[in-house]
């Protein structure tokens, strides 16, 4: 009997055994889909170079598609990058690429997030191996393709932009050329600008009805162009105010801004020969909040009885608000920046509008100056250039040359 | 003396700052990142000036104009409130005076100044649309098709969207375009007369 039993445990442990090997060499044997399918091959044609025009830390990796891309089953449909700074060193896997894209930008400048190393970052100089692979649909790998390395190099000139380089110095060329002819003495001529002539009839309006004028520099900050335009214009209509005894009011949305506005309207004062009128208090700061300073604008609007308004700078939703309570309060409107959103509410709610280019301009024919009249002649001759290139691009283009568009072709990235 | 230390330090930064532009390198980036952590830094410092010449022009006024008497004071008590229930860490929670001033009190009024662009936009328009000469009345009718586009208007519709993708897309932007091209050049030239030393008026007198 215990034999009988020990026979039937045998058995048993045989069975169950049998079961399990079983079981192991089936899965073994047919794994998933993966493994039972066709091995990819890997991408072709792979070239590792140092990533142009940048800060030296990256690499660029370029391939050709694999040929299995193509065919009709288990498609390639990806591509696995891996990195090492050995050539025969442990590679990891640092990027995957779907199937139409065939670079890959590898690197970093951050070294250390905190106190943990960037995986991405690469120093300039070293040299990095990559090894690629293909990828199919059911996550069969190729092969790796031979490992590749390169090392990273800071570039001192980003070629992609070269063409406004020239472009900047041609420019600079021809505004020294227009300002050693107006030093010479020869009389420009510029094309008249309406805002500018109405500029001192606005002052003189003011001057009669004897009410202080209101100077608006936007809501920009003191490092933008458009605001350093608008203290070159404070500039000459604050001298103008100190030689008819009015005052302006010039209030900012930041200190710096109020810093500089002093600065000017107090040199003009002092300019003109009349230091004794410059009071700070009317340049003041006052807050750098935008809905809060079109308030305080707009009141002291109302409660100034302000004859004559000057907004020029730059200006985004606040110079509606702005210009139609100067129109209710019926003050003369003369409004100037180079924003394109706000210069259709300009025009509708001011009387003069100085667009774009002429708030820039606007400086040099108040002053007079021939120093400042050399750039503003550059300005028309530069623009004079843009359309002949503009045009000869548009021919060229409508039959078929691409040589102007390739010219000035600019990539910043 | 006095212009000519500024004048040489905006020639010398000015023209770093150009040709760094045009230079990827890490040191350029090192030299671009440091400019701005200057301006950063001025900023902080000038914010003071800021405060101390906002207090000062509202004292005046408290003491001096009995028509804004009640503005300074507010203008002042105002100020007053946010510095010292603004001046904890745990102000800057939610829930905290500060920010239920800043969220109940600061917003609304912005968002209440704000709206009324929507009138002024219409009482602008009006004045703007009115057909006093042929440039004008061009400019109304155009404005009158783009603002169709908004109104369904059945089979109409169709056509005047194509007729409104013309106006902004060849016109619209051809104009905008030469606008933009316009400023561009300005600003270099006014960038170049401010680096050059010509435009100088807005520095300080000798």
Same mark, same amino acid.
Request: no cysteine; charged share 35%.
């Given at each position: 009997m215990n034999r009988l039993k020990l026979i039937l445990l045998i058995l048993m442990l045989a069975l169950w055994s049998g079961i399990f090997i079983g079981r192991v060499s089936a899965q073994e044997a047919s794994p998933p889909d993966s493994a039972s399918a066709v091995k990819p091959a890997p991408p072709i044609n792979v070239t590792v170079v140092d990533n142009p025009n940048d800060n030296g830390h990256f690499l660029l990796i370029k391939w050709d598609p694999s040929p299995d891309e193509k065919r009709s089953t288990d498609k390639v449909i990806g591509y696995e990058i891996y990195r090492s700074d050995k050539k025969d060193g442990k590679y990891k896997k640092i990027g995957i690429t779907a199937v139409g894209i065939y670079e890959y930008k590898d690197g970093s400048d951050i070294e250390m997030y905190g106190e943990n190393p960037n995986p991405r970052y690469i120093s300039i100089g070293s040299i990095y191996y990559y090894k690629l692979r293909s990828i199919t649909e059911s996550g069969a790998t190729s092969d790796f393709t031979s490992p590749l390395g390169a090392a990273p190099k800071e570039n001192w000139f980003h070629t992609g932009k070269t063409s406004y380089f020239i472009a900047i110095l041609l420019y600079f060329a021809i505004v020294l050329y227009y300002i050693k002819v107006a030093k010479s003495g020869k009389k420009l001529y510029i094309r008249p600008l309406g805002g500018i002539e109405a500029i001192d009839n606005a002052i003189g309006r003011a001057t009669e009805m004897g009410r202080p004028i209101l100077f608006v520099l936007g809501t920009g900050t003191a490092s933008d162009i458009a605001t350093i335009a608008g203290y070159t214009i404070l500039a000459r209509v604050a001298r103008k105010t100190a030689e008819y005894q009015i005052p302006v009011l010039v209030p900012v949305n930041d200190p710096v801004m109020m810093s500089v506005a002093q600065e000017t309207v107090r040199t003009a004062y002092i300019e003109a020969g009349?230091? %004794?009128?410059? %009071?700070?208090?009317?340049?003041p700061f006052v807050t750098a909040m935008q809905f809060p300073y079109v308030a305080a604008v707009t009141g002291m609007m109302i409660r100034e009885k302000t004859a004559t308004n000057f907004y020029m700078g730059l200006f985004y939703a606040e110079s509606l608000l702005l210009a139609e309570t100067g129109t209710m309060t019926g003050a003369i409107q003369i409004s100037g920046t180079d924003q394109t959103a706000q210069l259709p509410f300009f025009i509708a709610a001011t009387d003069f509008t100085l667009i774009g280019e002429e708030l820039y301009a606007a400086s040099a024919y108040l002053s007079g100056e021939p120093l400042l009249m050399g750039p503003l002649k550059a300005q028309d001759f530069m623009k004079a250039i843009l359309i002949i290139l503009i045009i000869s691009g548009v021919i060229s283009l409508s039959f078929g040359w691409n040589i102007i568009a390739d010219i000035f072709k600019v990539n910043i990235t | 003396m006095k212009r000519t230390l500024p004048l040489f330090l905006v020639f010398t930064s000015g023209m770093i700052m150009l040709l760094q532009h045009f230079v990827p390198s890490e040191e350029s980036e090192f030299i671009y990142k440091y400019a701005n952590d200057w301006l950063i830094t001025v900023g902080v410092y000038a914010i003071m000036l800021g405060i101390w010449s906002l207090i000062r022009v509202t004292v005046a006024k408290a003491r001096y104009e009995s028509g804004e008497r009640f503005y300074a004071i507010v203008t002042l008590f105002g100020m007053a409130i946010m510095i010292f229930s603004g001046?904890?860490?745990?102000?800057?929670?939610?829930?905290?005076l500060f920010m239920n001033i800043f969220a109940y009190v600061l917003i609304p009024i912005q968002a209440t100044i704000f709206s009324l662009l929507a009138f002024y936009v219409a009482s602008a328009a009006y004045r703007a649309f009115r057909a006093r000469s042929v440039l004008a009345t061009l400019l109304l009718i155009t404005a009158f098709v783009v603002m169709l586009r908004m109104i369904p208007l059945g089979p109409v519709s169709v056509w005047n969207q194509y007729l409104v993708g013309w106006i902004l897309s060849v016109p619209n932007l051809a104009a905008k375009r030469a606008i933009i091209m316009g400023v561009g050049l300005g600003m270099i030239a006014t960038s170049m007369k401010i680096i050059l030393g010509i435009e100088r008026s807005y520095l300080g007198s000798d």
């Open positions: 009349r230091p %004794d009128l410059y %009071d700070e208090k009317n340049i | 001046i904890t860490v745990e102000s800057q929670r939610a829930g905290s």
